[in-house]
């Protein structure tokens, strides 16, 4: 935590307002946080009750909201959802409102997430570069009033990215030196066990309403990412789980269409040719909202 605060006060713009949601923490959190608050008047820290477990996915995009709905967000330009386990590089900030200024329609947007392994080494976590990365959402404010904010489940930050292209907005995760950030906790893990993460990104994909081909593709191309074979089978597990017991899926029956179109597109095409497609199929919509 003292990491990714130290390395939001280094940056080269840092924000207007830094609104930090405390919500059951019974470490020194509270008094680290109020430690950096009165250093720096921009830095405000809020108590949210404790819920009484840990709740990923829904629990994250609850604390989110229990800090934005406290402020007056449309006032702002820019607006980032922020985990607190990150170490931004100094131009983070300044880098992704630099490419939103050129390109009018870049609706979300991060650099790329590394961790390091056991023996110090830089991993990728392979983020595909049509998606935002979830820990570091930065958004255009405009964005996302129009796409309605984020949904109260696992995948949200996926669902973000493609509800902004059929939107006509564009959303992307640049691999620019100067943009990669270090997550000090891996994509996908939990407080129960890597495994359970890949399990809930499995569930998420399901939720989202992949297609089970693609998503069966994407786990095998998974199987040589650490925890190598078990993760990117329990990641397949998770969706098959949820998929035989008919668990409830996202209800944005058009969303869920144009995601499912693009995935398969993307096993013939490649998925930055599908990308392309589907923002150039959906640009007149952006056009006809800035209009």
Request: with cysteine.
């Amino acid at each position: 935590m003292r990491r990714t605060l130290d390395s939001v006060i280094a940056q080269e713009v840092t924000p207007a307002l830094w609104i930090i949601v405390d919500d059951g923490s019974s470490d020194d959190t509270p008094v680290i946080l109020a430690d950096y608050a009165a250093r720096h008047p921009w830095i405000r820290v809020l108590t949210k009750p404790d819920r009484g477990k840990r709740a990923v996915g829904p629990g994250v995009v609850e604390a989110f909201y229990f800090g934005l709905d406290q402020v007056d967000w449309q006032s702002f330009d820019y607006l980032c959802k922020l985990d607190l386990d990150l170490d931004l590089p100094k131009g983070y900030f300044a880098g992704l409102i630099a490419r939103m200024e050129r390109d009018p329609r870049l609706g979300s947007a991060s650099g790329k997430p590394w961790f390091r392994d056991a023996a110090g080494a830089w991993v990728s976590e392979r983020l595909g570069d049509e998606m935002s990365a979830g820990m570091t959402k930065f958004y255009r404010t405009e964005c996302f009033h129009d796409i309605g904010g984020f949904v109260h489940e696992v995948m949200w930050d996926g669902i973000d990215c493609h509800k902004s292209r059929q939107l006509g907005w564009t959303a992307c995760s640049f691999a620019d030196e100067a943009l990669r950030f270090e997550h000090l906790r891996p994509m996908g893990s939990s407080q129960k066990g890597i495994f359970t993460g890949r399990m809930r990104h499995g569930f998420g994909q399901y939720y989202m309403g992949s297609d089970f081909l693609f998503f069966t593709v994407s786990c095998l191309w998974r199987l040589a990412h650490p925890p190598y074979v078990l993760g990117g089978l329990a990641s397949w597990w998770g969706y098959v789980k949820a998929w035989a017991q008919r668990v409830p899926r996202h209800q944005d029956a058009e969303l869920v269409a144009m995601i499912r179109a693009y995935q398969r597109r993307a096993l013939i095409v490649g998925k930055a040719r599908a990308t392309a497609e589907v923002e150039a199929a959906h640009a007149a919509r952006w056009r006809g909202a800035a209009a």
